[in-house]
């Protein structure tokens, strides 16, 4: 209902512009805003993002396109170069009649599963009161955009674009030039220029030239024209540059063509004609692994299966190791199905991480998403066998610490779990992909294979040869590994863990075996068995695939105790609200 | 660029320097050969120098008071070819000041990794596992290890500094030639304080002398730090036990209490 009238109020100020605009004024075209296009990892999931969180609704047979509030956003599945922030647009604007509701509802959300970020101004509100009186707060959408909120009653929807521009008067005056536009002062505080319903701020950037918007969160912004060739000659005439001329572009939509220029501060301008419908981009192009063909692993120069490489499990990050209750029947997800399941599954394992964090939208990552239902493959429902009455309490224990952790003022660095001190992940969890640093590399000499994974870096060295079996009282955090080639799948035994970093409240009688097989020219399988009758009535075995990225990927050194400010930042912080919470007592 | 040229041609001078000196120790001998007629390093290695607590000559002194004799430091003979570390003046202040320090500011009381070519020379075990493109060097400390890339014919610069830098490894005749660079700056050599800066390039040569012997070679140089280029030459013995490994040591909680002890609820520091 909302929606609809807004669009309607949108036509109407805009015709009103255009009545408006005094015969004889130099105008080189008359446009209306139209669109902002954002990079990301998964158009589809960020219109159910758009709409979710913001208010914008999906647009019939475009599964890239949200219409929010009569200005469509646009997302285009390419690699990312970052975030908004020191581009020649800083943010874009939505605004709400009762923003104090609004940014309650995003705080209850939470970042995590969500991907709503937060900024939070000093003192920690996530809401102040502007130069003009209004209410404002900014938050971040996963793929990198920042977005204002803001109270403006006459003018609910999409609100503005925020400009960073060396000469910010020169730049409005450019917008008002070349797109007919009003310039006008919002809530008696902040110059911009009208188009309609949306407004074009523009403010100083604080140092330098502003870079290039292209291929950053936000690649570009969009006025739409009735007459592009008129508009595109009066433009030229004006000085404005071209990056590409007027076309219908490949896989438009519509006949309606297309032009990008250069506006000012290194912003990339579309201009589109009348009844653009965007641009058919299915993704970017993913690569299907076959897995048909029987495969002949490659020996090594001393005759050993030859495993060596660099491997990355991001292809497999986002399946969960147990098959879910919904999916009982399912052979396997759609590629769309799953590339969405991916995007959740990092969506919700990020606190707030900037996108280019994250291996899996990156957008360089070759390999489409792994259809594959559940990690678990046996028992056959998918679900991990039933916990003894000993497994339950180690279970239950686990669940304290983390809690712990998660929800106090944790005492020392003892109290956090081992991954957040940088010891380890622990087994098998450490070989699971990851929301970044998904790389494995596999090393090989005569009789030995070094299984190392770049995540807070760690190494296990396995013995492919029959070595003395340690003592019981000699374990380690990641066990004693004793390997064997069977055919051309190197199986590895891990026995002697101090289950300190426990699987779920696995305990130091548990067997990990673990299988790697190369199952085409580019593919690892990974199978994992966990045997621990301390703990579960019966074993259970899982299995994901990792990729070869032999050409581009480089693990890099992971130094992660030796930069874990993180750990200073956390036990400070629990000191402080120590102090508060004394004082609070005190009073 | 001029750098790397630099670098190259000390390297090599170095390098003969060390040929015409010890004749008699270049000999590999009946060292173990790969399928490629290379020599084998594969194993597990073991230095028995002192070199972790002072790579200069250096008499026994005292340790940490509360563990009486059992952290005193014992005497030992220097690996520095020439006896003693060329430091430019600042630069010798700043390693008397480590060594003052040493206690609470050498990184291996941090847990933290141990950089070249202090990795070679902790007092544990390190592992080479020897592939056909890259070589693999495991230390037993701070789950601290190295790639040595064999496969790549036009060095690639490193894309970022590190602790334990970046390593290119080409042979010369029965040699390993380790060329590493692009260290963080932040590792010290040994528990004296002897250290380098982020310009640090280090040189490391891999000379079997035997089947169970390496001598291990470096020319280390820093302009910011020394007033040469300067070497160390040490032997790596092969570790023959049966069950001989590289043994998990995850030192980071043995840390904690130095870096975090302040921020306890019960502070210990």
Known sequence: MTLKSTRVALVLLAVGVLVGAAPGEIRAAEADYNHVSITSSAPPESVRWYSEHLGCEAVADRDDTADCFGVEVTFVPQPTMGSTQGTGVNHIGFSYADLTAKMADLESIGVRGSGVRLQRFPGGATLREATGGYLHGYIFDPWGTRIELVEDQENVGFHHVHLSATDPQATLAWYEQMFGGERAVHADADEGVRFGSVWVFASEHPEGTPATTQGRAVDHIGFVVDDIDAASAELRAAGVEFQEEPVVPENGRSAARRAFIYAPDNVRLAMVETGFAGVDTTSIAPVFVDVTEPYDTPRTPWDEPDLQGVWTGNASHGIPLERPEDLADIESLTPEQAAARRERGTLGSIWGYEREWRDTTLGYDPNAPSTQVAMIVDPPDGRIPALTSEGERRAAQLAFDRGRYTNSNIAGPEEATPFVRCITRGLPSLMFPGVYNNGLQIYQGPGFVAIQKEMIHETRVVPTTSRPKDGPTLTSWLGSAQGRWDGDTLVVETTNLNARASFRGSSPDMILTERFTRISPTRLEYQFTVDDPVVWTAPFTGRFTYDMDDEQYELVEYACHEGNYGMFNILSGARARDREAAEAAGR | ?269
């Open chain 2, 1 to 269: 660029m001029t750098k790397t040229h630099t670098f190259r041609i000390t390297a090599g001078v170095a390098a003969i320097v060390l040929a015409i000196a010890a004749p008699a120790l270049a000999q590999s001998g009946d060292a173990p050969r790969t399928w490629d007629d290379r020599p084998d390093l594969n194993g597990v290695w073991q230095t028995m120098s002192s070199a972790n607590w002072n790579l200069e000559d250096h008499p026994s002194g005292p340790g940490h008071p509360d563990l009486g004799a059992i952290g005193a430091i014992p005497p030992g003979q220097g690996v520095v070819v020439g006896g003693a570390i060329p430091y430019q003046d600042e630069a010798r202040q700043r390693r008397d000041e480590n060594f003052a320090n040493r206690m609470s500011a050498d990184p291996e009381a941090k847990c933290f990794m141990p950089g070249v070519p202090r990795a070679t020379y902790l007092p544990y075990p390190m592992q080479i596992i020897q592939g056909d493109r890259k070589i693999l060097m495991i230390y037993g400390f701070a789950d601290a290890n190295r790639t040595i890339h064999m496969d790549k014919d036009d060095p690639e610069a490193p894309p970022l500094d590190s602790w334990m830098g970046r390593s290119h490894g080409r042979w010369e005749d029965d040699t390993l030639v380790v060329d590493a660079e692009g260290f963080l700056g932040e590792a010290w050599f040994d528990r004296a304080g002897n250290f380098a800066s982020n310009q640090l390039r280090v040189q490391e040569r891999y000379t079997p002398m035997g089947p169970n012997v390496i001598r291990y070679e470096a020319t280390v140089e820093d302009p910011t730090v020394f007033t040469r280029p300067w070497d160390i030459s040490l032997l790596l013995y092969r570790r023959l036990e049966e069950n001989a490994r590289v043994l998990e040591f995850k030192c980071i909680e043995y840390s904690e209490d130095l870096l975090y002890g302040h921020l306890r609820r019960e502070p210990t520091r």
